[in-house]
């Protein structure tokens, strides 16, 4: 029904304002907040009708994990603040939505998709992985839409293969450094702000080194005058993407914000700005982002359960008392740094979420349950997802990018991106437990 459709987008809108309200103001309008509360508790309930399986699936399991850790039914109060608390992620969805339909129209991002068409075929793997990793770490798997109209419509089906798994590969991997995934704002509620941003630092020296390692392994013909082709493309909107990353992590330091507060912030004046540079692209735009917000419904209830289950399992001692009831004194360093990451991928493979695997390894590490340096445990939940969404035929990523490349999402898991993954996050985890060995 459209009308339905429609009243669930404003209410969601509704959700949205409310939590930059909440976020700029704190508790000054808390009438405003708690309106937006009961405005995403009457968009969950329209939407409950129409969540695809595999949501509904994921979010019984996350039921199954909350009945299994919290040790009482939330009361009144504790559901009200629970709201507050979640409200925020119902704002960082739409927001990359609104990021994506702007960057999708702006003539530099224009300019590198035409260089990057132009690349020889062996030398367009390691752009597309390397154009992905700045892209997604802005607009996430908005980043793969941009670079698969930058594939020849006559290429054949082997340079689509390779283009969606070097996409995909790059895109997934910018989790590590990129404060603008769903993965840094569950991390960040696990460590606190001062880790997260420190994980930030190790993140772009895992990219780095990812790129420097995979790139020349999965493509033998891949050298040094090929990956300067793929800098030169990037140039164009290098600069912007910097100033982006700029904005945001410069306001989170001058306010205080959390990562995620200072994306649903930011973001939306950037855009203002580019509005007002190109004002024929607002309508665009807004259409673009209404149809991007008619269809993340189901990610924004997954996401918002997962956060719900654990702000409730955190601020009622329940993993503490989980982790005590297991093992009786701290758990090694070495034996979190690594299980995270390989947990979380392994978990993906069978069609388990990163979003409830890492809010349970996150619960059971972090706290002084591990003998682990909380940003290396943010930074080892960061490789994990990004571990765990290239290799899942489940993941959104994986889906998104065999749909716009036109590749089965087996082939795109089950090939060489399975094995990838795996090292990803073991060598990624190992790396790791080498750093905390030395501080």
């Known amino acids: 029904m459209p009308m339905i459709g429609h009243i669930r987008l404003g209410l969601l809108c509704v959700a949205w304002v409310a939590a930059l309200i909440q976020v700029t103001t704190g508790t000054d309008l808390i009438e405003l907040v708690d309106l937006g509360v009961v405005a995403f508790i009457a968009f969950v309930i329209l939407t409950l009708s129409r969540l695809r399986h595999d949501s509904v699936l994921i979010l019984l399991l996350l039921v199954v994990v909350g009945w299994a850790l919290l040790d009482h039914f939330p009361d009144g109060d504790e559901w009200a603040t629970g709201g507050r608390y979640v409200l925020i992620f119902t704002a960082l969805l ?9 960057a999708s129209m702006m003539p530099s991002v224009h300019r590198t998709q035409d260089a990057l068409a132009q690349l020889p075929a062996s030398a367009s793997s390691g752009g597309l992985h390397l154009a992905a990793n700045i892209f997604g770490g802005i607009i996430n798997t908005g980043a793969l839409a941009i670079l ?25 991997t910018a989790a590590a450094w990129s404060p603008f995934f769903v993965a840094f704002a569950i991390g960040q509620g696990f460590v606190g702000k001062a880790n997260s941003w420190i994980a930030i630092g190790i993140g772009g020296v895992t990219a780095i080194l990812f790129a420097a390692i995979s790139l020349p392994l999965l493509n033998r013909s891949f050298s040094g005058g090929q990956l300067r082709l793929a800098l030169i493309c990037l140039k164009p909107v290098l600069m912007r993407l910097l100033l982006v990353l700029g904005a945001v992590l410069g306001s989170a330091l001058l306010f205080d914000f959390t990562a995620l507060s200072a994306v ?5 004046i950037l855009v203002l700005v580019q509005f ?34 654990g702000y409730f399992a955190t601020r009622t001692g329940a993993f503490t008392a989980l ?27 069978v069609g388990v979420h990163p979003v409830i695997s890492s809010t349970a390894f996150l619960a059971v590490f972090s706290g002084g349950h591990a003998d682990v340096h909380p940003a290396l445990l943010m ?19 994986v889906i998104t990018s065999a749909n716009l490349f036109r590749v089965r999402s087996r082939d795109l898991v089950l090939g060489p991106n399975l094995w990838t993954a795996l090292a990803y996050a073991l060598v990624g985890g190992a790396a790791l437990c080498l750093v905390n060995m030395m501080i």
């Open 379 to 397: 930074q080892a939940h960061l490789i994990g997802w990004g571990a765990g969404t290239m290799s899942s035929v489940a993941s959104l990523s």
């Open 276 to 309: 007002i540079r190109y004002p024929a692209q607002i309508k665009p735009i807004i259409e673009d982002t209404a149809s991007s917000m008619r269809n993340i419904a189901d990610d924004i209830l997954i996401i918002s359960m997962a956060m719900l289950i």
């Open 94 to 102: 739409p927001t990359m939505a609104l990021v994506r339909a702007t």
């Open 323 to 349: 982790v005590t009831s297991l093992y009786d004194g701290v758990i090694p360093g070495w034996f979190a740094l690594i299980m995270t990451p390989l947990g979380m991928m392994l978990a993906s493979v």
């Open 148 to 172: 698969s109209a930058a594939i020849p419509k006559d290429a054949d089906d082997q340079r689509r293969q390779l283009a969606a798994e070097a996409a995909l590969r790059g895109m997934v």
């Open 264 to 268: 649903v912030v930011v973001m939306p």
